[in-house]
């Protein structure tokens, strides 16, 4: 309640505040982007923007002093002496003279090390002095884009109407710009809690920002620092395995306080690391600034070129802490020639440090939204931002803004939609949508050449899809709404098969979903789908292996799923299945047509003769849970975002009955549950785990399309990221089981910690995968695989590829393969 009063004094004082504002350029009048601004011994504070004009707000004018600093010039103090409501203040600051009297170059004897070694000693002590606080907090995040083409490939980038019209004929300008205001209340080492009290989004009235201060907390006092892996602090314990340092000149701040700017080189070019200065203050060895850049290939992001981070810190007599006052975050991509480039501006001020939080002050909820949040007029955001506009800023607001009325009336809409909704003779063979965006709506009709979903198999033969598709949606109450159906046709056993689909999401909130489907298909005897279409093709048409076994499925069901608490989901189905036998109908391949395909009975592969299975039916019901501990979220007034707590492991239960079958036998219960985790090991990468175990009751006679299956794979191509649930040299069925089981899944990716240090493997910029795999199921002896690989590796910004040398063992069979990883088909699937 406490914090809701602040908030709502905030709001309504906003106005007293006065403000003195003005242009900060150099010696010859060339403006100075970032420069810190901040009234002394308070936590008033801002910086300029990129063409050198600050505004900062102070409570009260009288007699001010205001602090402007910047890396490589004087700090200076302006005393303010007025009574007028705003001051012009325009500064003119002057370069630095660094002080190298001492500095010596030599290895055994470098004063930058222990400089950098004091540093490390006094980082806990630093870091604890801002270990709690509350604080009012600014950003501002923009996209931009460069030499955008009309076609990437031969293919039509389609990017909107109303995104395309914000670019030039050369394809540059700004794709997104968006501005937050918000108090903040944080502990370390990561305990947040953020109430966004204005919510700004360049041509969207409507939207709420995504740029939080959850996405601004990068501390150097931290050993690592995540950039999508972890990357070392140049002043972390183990800082001197990582970096070399050297002491290019010290300097006094006003308060006469020596900073020492000490240079930050990398020993080994593709280790996690970071490069350029870091700024140290003398005695208390706390950090005064940060200008430090960090290469994509060394966060294994290769459509990244380079990131930037600066940080300013501004010291307050009083309680004697260095406090960080602004943070500007901003990185250059590009890919197929186009460019991309983003900025991030964050400002903290008024900060308060309490020596302690109450207990219930840090909740799952991590961000809400204030009421009316993306309400604010022009007003409101001119005399409260911290940072003004640029010109192009303001013009860009100034362009959207006037834009969104016309783009959003329903005249504009249409006529876009008109454009895009015109029928083609052609479009009865490819497909054809039909959108009406205004009223929410659309319609799809796959076409009768449906190419993305033909595929091969040996029951079907080559066949294809087709079908219809209605969708409704409200983005603001969260509901969609969704009704299609598939039509399958396969060329060779010539059969016609249909399935329909029902879905709809009522609400952003507690995403209760309901689903209703049903009709006839071909269906793997493993609902897990551990082939894919595609592989599965290229390995019948190519190499007459047709691992893929299908059976004829005719059903119904009813699903419903929902957030029943926070990090709980729950989701119940009941099906009803009737299932046949089918057996293989063609012997076509495009080569080895001398060599015969195996039956399509997975338990007999050489036996076209005796079915897999008798005909029957069943109902199963299915109860299953997602159980993430610890789950946080964000509040806003269209829906709740989770995210996931990386501190905890994710557990899923499941329960599953069959009943009222054609005959009693192939009735049974199953429990099982899983459990995966992710386990950190700071810069030596990650260790990822996936423990499942289960047990069928009365299950003795069941039909073996509802044993247990196992992830195989016999193709020697790998189709995920990561290979936590499947076994690389196991045949598909070779251990399916309607018994108890047990399997697990370790691997470890060192994330370039060990291959970063290897002379000339190191140029591949790849990481090393280590994993083991077991597999322990009654009257069998268990089953095991080691792998050890290599991930992460392509071609320049592609690295779509791994491979990894897999050794599998059971009953005294030793099996030895390589496993080739295309991610890519991912995507085809």
Same mark, same amino acid.
């Given at each position: 309640?406490?914090?809701?009063?602040?908030?709502?004094?905030?709001f309504?004082s906003?106005?007293t505040?006065?403000?003195?504002?003005?242009?900060?350029t150099?010696?010859?009048?060339?403006?100075?982007?970032f420069?810190?601004?901040?009234?002394?011994?308070?936590y008033?504070?801002?910086?300029?923007n990129e063409?050198?004009?600050y505004?900062?707000?102070?409570?009260?004018?009288?007699k001010n002093k205001?602090?402007?600093?910047?890396?490589g010039?004087k700090?200076?103090?302006?005393?303010v002496?007025?009574?007028s409501?705003?001051?012009?203040l325009?500064?003119?600051?002057?370069?630095?003279s660094?002080d190298?009297?001492?500095?010596v170059i030599?290895?055994k004897?470098n004063?930058a090390?222990?400089?950098?070694?004091?540093?490390i000693?006094?980082?806990k002590?630093?870091?604890?002095?801002t270990?709690?606080?509350?604080a009012?907090?600014y950003?501002?995040?923009?996209?931009?884009?460069k030499?955008?083409?009309?076609?990437?490939?031969?293919?039509?980038?389609d990017i909107?109407?109303?995104?395309?019209?914000?670019l030039?004929s050369?394809?540059?300008?700004?794709?997104y710009?968006?501005?937050t205001v918000?108090?903040?209340?944080?502990?370390k080492p990561?305990k947040?809690?953020?109430k966004?009290?204005?919510?700004k989004?360049?041509?969207?009235?409507?939207?709420?920002s995504?740029?939080?201060?959850t996405?601004?907390?990068?501390?150097f006092?931290?050993?690592?620092?995540?950039?999508?892996?972890?990357?070392?602090?140049p002043?972390?314990?183990?800082?001197?395995?990582?970096y070399?340092?050297?002491?290019?000149?010290?300097?006094f701040?006003?308060?006469n306080?020596e900073?020492n700017?000490i240079k930050?080189?990398?020993?080994?070019?593709?280790e996690?690391?970071?490069?350029?200065?870091?700024?140290?203050v003398?005695d208390?060895?706390a950090?005064y600034?940060?200008?430090?850049?960090?290469?994509?290939?060394?966060?294994?992001?290769e459509?990244?070129?380079?990131?930037?981070? #600066?940080q300013? !810190?501004n010291y307050?007599?009083?309680n004697k802490?260095?406090?960080? @006052?602004?943070?500007t &975050? %901003? +990185? $250059?991509?590009?890919?197929?020639?186009?460019?991309?480039s983003?900025?991030?501006?964050?400002?903290?001020?008024?900060?308060?440090?309490?020596d302690?939080f109450?207990?219930k002050?840090?909740?799952?909820e991590?961000?809400?939204?204030?009421?009316?949040?993306?309400?604010k007029?022009d007003?409101?955001?001119?005399?409260?931002r911290?940072?003004?506009?640029?010109?192009e800023?303001?013009?860009?607001?100034t362009?959207?803004d006037s834009?969104?009325?016309?783009?959003k009336?329903e005249?504009?809409?249409?006529?876009v939609d008109?454009?895009n909704?015109?029928?083609k003779?052609?479009?009865?063979?490819m497909?054809?949508?039909y #959108?009406n965006? !205004?009223?929410?709506h659309?319609?799809?009709y796959?076409g009768?050449? @449906?190419?993305?979903? &033909? %595929? +091969? $198999?040996?029951?079907?033969?080559?066949?294809?899809d087709?079908?219809?598709s209605?969708?409704?949606?409200?983005e603001?109450e969260?509901?969609?709404?969704s009704?299609?159906t598939?039509?399958n046709y396969?060329?060779?056993?010539?059969?016609f098969?249909?399935?329909?689909?029902?879905?709809?999401k009522?609400?952003?909130?507690?995403?209760?979903?309901?689903?209703?489907?049903g009709?006839?298909k071909?269906?793997?005897f493993?609902?897990?789908?551990?082939i894919s279409k595609?592989?599965?093709?290229?390995?019948s048409?190519?190499?007459k292996?047709?691992?893929?076994?299908?059976?004829?499925?005719?059903?119904a069901?009813i699903?419903y799923?929902?957030?029943?608490?926070n990090?709980?989901?729950?989701?119940?189905?009941?099906?009803?299945?009737?299932?046949?036998?089918?057996?293989n109908?063609?012997?076509?391949?495009?080569?080895?047509?001398?060599?015969?395909?195996?039956?399509?009975?997975?338990?007999?592969?050489?036996?076209?003769?005796?079915?897999?299975?008798?005909?029957?039916?069943l109902f199963?019901?299915?109860?299953t849970?997602?159980i993430?501990?610890?789950?946080?979220?964000?509040?806003?007034?269209d829906?709740?975002?989770?995210?996931?707590?990386?501190?905890?492991p994710t557990?899923?239960?499941?329960?599953?009955?069959?009943?009222?079958?054609?005959?009693?036998?192939?009735?049974?219960e199953?429990?099982?549950a899983?459990?995966?985790?992710?386990?950190?090991?700071d810069?030596?990468?990650?260790?990822?785990?996936?423990?499942r175990?289960?047990?069928?009751?009365?299950?003795?006679?069941?039909?073996?399309?509802?044993?247990?299956?196992?992830?195989?794979?016999?193709t020697?191509?790998?189709?995920?990221?990561?290979?936590?649930?499947?076994?690389?040299l196991m045949?598909?069925y070779?251990?399916?089981?309607n018994?108890?089981?047990?399997?697990?899944?370790?691997?470890?990716?060192?994330m370039g910690f060990?291959?970063?240090k290897?002379?000339?493997?190191?140029?591949?910029?790849s990481?090393?995968?280590?994993?083991f795999?077991a597999l322990?199921?009654?009257?069998?002896?268990?089953?095991?695989?080691?792998t050890?690989?290599?991930?992460?590796?392509?071609?320049?910004?592609?690295?779509?590829?791994r491979?990894?040398y897999?050794?599998?063992y059971?009953?005294?069979?030793?099996?030895?393969?390589?496993?080739?990883?295309?991610?890519?088909?991912?995507?085809?699937?």
């Open positions: 309640m406490k914090n809701y009063t602040l908030l709502a004094f905030l309504f906003i106005s505040f006065a403000q003195i504002k003005g242009t900060i150099d010696e010859k009048g060339t403006p100075l982007p420069v810190s601004v901040f009234e002394e011994n308070t008033a504070g801002t910086t300029s063409q050198g004009k505004q900062l707000n102070v409570k009260e004018i009288g205001i602090t402007f600093q910047y890396l010039f700090t200076q103090k302006i005393a002496t007025s009574d409501k705003t001051i012009i325009d500064v003119k600051m002057l370069e630095e660094f190298l009297n001492e500095v030599d290895p004897n004063p090390n222990a400089i950098i070694r004091n540093a000693a006094n980082k002590q630093n870091s604890e002095k270990a709690r606080y509350t009012d907090f950003s501002k995040g923009m996209f931009k884009v030499d955008l083409p009309k076609k990437i490939l031969g293919q039509k980038l909107g109407d109303d995104m395309a019209s914000n030039d050369t394809g540059t300008g700004i794709l710009l968006s501005e918000s108090k903040i209340t944080f502990e990561n947040l809690k953020e966004i009290i204005a919510s989004i360049s041509g969207n009235n409507k939207g709420y995504y740029n939080t201060a996405l601004s907390t990068y501390d006092y931290d050993n690592t620092l995540e950039f999508g892996i972890n990357l070392i602090s002043i972390a314990d183990n800082a001197f395995n990582y070399k340092y050297q002491l290019e000149g010290t300097f701040d006003a308060n306080q900073i700017k930050v080189t990398p020993k080994r070019d593709k996690p690391v970071f490069e350029g200065y870091i700024y140290i003398d208390s060895f950090i600034a940060i200008d430090l850049d960090i290469k994509g290939y060394r966060m294994k992001n459509f990244t070129e380079s990131m930037t981070l #600066k300013s !810190f307050n007599l009083k802490i260095w406090s960080k @006052n602004a943070q &975050l %901003s +990185f $250059n991509a590009g890919v197929f020639g186009v460019k991309f983003g900025k991030f501006n964050y400002v903290y001020s008024n900060y308060e440090f309490p302690s109450e207990k002050t840090f909740g799952n991590i961000v809400a939204f204030e009421d009316n949040a993306n309400k007029d007003a409101f955001w001119n005399e409260i911290p940072i003004p506009l640029t010109i800023e303001s013009t860009d607001y362009k959207k834009l969104q009325t016309i783009r009336s005249k504009y809409i249409d006529s008109a454009k909704n015109k029928f003779v052609l479009d009865i063979l497909g054809y949508e #959108k965006t !205004f009223k929410k659309s319609f799809e796959k009768l050449l @449906n190419i993305a979903s &033909l %595929s +091969f $198999n040996t029951v079907q033969g080559f066949n294809l087709s079908g219809f209605f969708k409704k949606w409200n603001e969260g509901k969609s709404t009704v299609s598939t039509f396969g060329f060779s056993d010539e059969r098969r249909v399935t329909g689909e029902f879905k709809h009522f609400n952003n909130i507690n995403y209760a979903a309901i689903g209703i489907s009709g006839t071909v269906a793997q493993n609902s897990a789908e551990p595609f592989v599965n093709s290229i390995s048409l190519f190499f292996d047709n691992y893929m076994k299908l059976y004829n499925l005719e059903f069901q699903d799923a929902q957030d029943v608490a990090g709980v989901n729950l989701n119940g189905k009941v099906a009803y299945e009737q299932r046949k036998p089918l057996f109908t063609t012997d076509y391949s495009f080569f080895k047509r001398d060599d015969f395909y195996s039956s399509n009975n997975p338990l007999a592969p050489n036996d076209f003769e005796t079915l897999a299975f008798d005909q029957h039916h199963k019901a299915t109860v849970a997602r993430n501990f610890g789950n946080k979220y964000i509040s806003r007034p829906g709740r975002f989770n995210f996931k707590n990386d501190k905890y557990i899923f239960l499941a329960f599953e009955k069959a009943f009222a079958a054609s005959e009693k036998k192939y009735e049974f199953r429990i099982g899983s459990i995966q985790y992710d386990l950190s090991l810069n030596k990468g990650i260790l990822g785990m996936n423990f175990a289960g047990k069928f009751f009365n299950a003795e006679n069941i039909s073996f399309i509802d044993y247990r299956h196992f992830n195989g794979n016999e020697h191509i790998g189709t995920s990221d990561r290979y936590l649930n499947v076994f690389n045949p598909y070779a251990n399916s089981t018994d108890s089981y047990f399997e697990m899944h370790l691997e470890h990716n060192d060990i291959m970063n290897i002379p000339l493997l190191n140029l591949l910029k990481t090393m995968n280590i994993g795999h322990a199921i009654p009257d069998r002896k268990p089953y095991s695989e080691f050890i690989g290599l991930d992460n590796l392509g071609f320049g910004k592609f690295k779509l590829f491979v990894d897999v050794h599998s059971q009953s005294g069979i030793q099996q030895n393969g390589v496993v080739f990883g295309l991610k890519i088909l991912n995507v085809l699937d």
